[in-house]
């Protein structure tokens, strides 16, 4: 069984930089079958795509986010990692890190989700 | 990318069907046939429940069901009951990137 789990401080200081890694369980990150992708929520409101990255270092970003946010993977170890710069109280959010399948180039549905952790940002 | 447009709320009494709508563009959800659904409760993780439009997990009710006409994607859930309270979010492909509508509530009365 797939898991996936979040981890990283859950309180950073405002300008600083968010870092969360998420480490997968019960299945390899260097699939070719899937991307691996960081999804956010603010507190009380919908979910937001962040990025996705491919296990041999291709990503896609959001458009919105794409100046303060880097992807990275280590295949390794099995984890793939965001780092968000910059950050303001509107960066704070549940960080979730989920399995994103592609298929001819395409990204699609996220079928297996960690459980998410809280980050604040605040002085 | 703007986000996909859902309603805010529907509500349902139990047996019930009812339908949650969500419109993209050209670009998105009608450009391409990767539309999903997400579920999620209070205080938890996100469950897919409907990829590629209409295309539903293993383990999931056979009482979910997906479709798409145009740019407008839309999940049905037949049969309401208590445990299908939660909000509902779907997703799209869209020029090497994701998109998500901004969430619909889901009462069952």
């Known amino acids: 069984q797939l898991q996936l789990q979040e981890s990283g401080p859950g309180l950073v200081k405002p300008s600083e930089t968010l870092s969360l890694t998420c480490t997968v369980s019960?299945?390899?990150?260097?699939?070719?079958?899937?991307?691996w992708g960081w999804i956010r929520q603010p507190p009380g409101k919908g979910l937001e795509w962040i990025g996705s990255i491919y296990y041999s270092g291709s990503t896609y970003y959001n458009p919105s986010l794409k100046s303060r946010v880097t992807i990275s993977v280590d295949t390794s170890k099995n984890q793939f990692s965001l780092k968000l710069s910059s950050v303001t109280a509107a960066d704070t959010a549940v960080y979730y890190c989920?399995?994103?399948?592609?298929?001819?180039?395409?990204?699609?549905?996220?079928?297996?989700w960690g459980q998410g952790t809280l980050v604040t940002v605040s002085s | 990318q703007s986000a996909l447009t859902q309603p805010a709320s529907v509500s349902g009494s139990p047996g019930q069907s009812i339908t949650i709508s969500c419109t993209g563009t050209s670009s998105d959800v009608g450009g391409y046939n990767y539309v999903s659904w997400y579920q999620q409760h209070p205080g938890k993780a996100p469950k897919l429940m409907i990829y590629d439009v209409s295309k539903r997990p293993s383990g999931v009710s056979n009482r979910f069901s997906g479709s798409k006409s145009g740019n407008t994607a839309s999940l049905t859930i037949s049969g309401l009951q208590a445990e299908d309270e939660a909000d509902y979010y779907c997703s799209s492909y869209t020029s090497s990137s994701t998109v998500f509508g901004g969430g619909t509530k889901l009462t069952v009365l």
């Open positions: 989920a399995r994103q399948g592609t298929i001819f180039g395409v990204v699609t549905d996220f079928d297996y």
């Open positions: 019960g299945g390899s990150i260097s699939s070719s079958s899937y991307y």
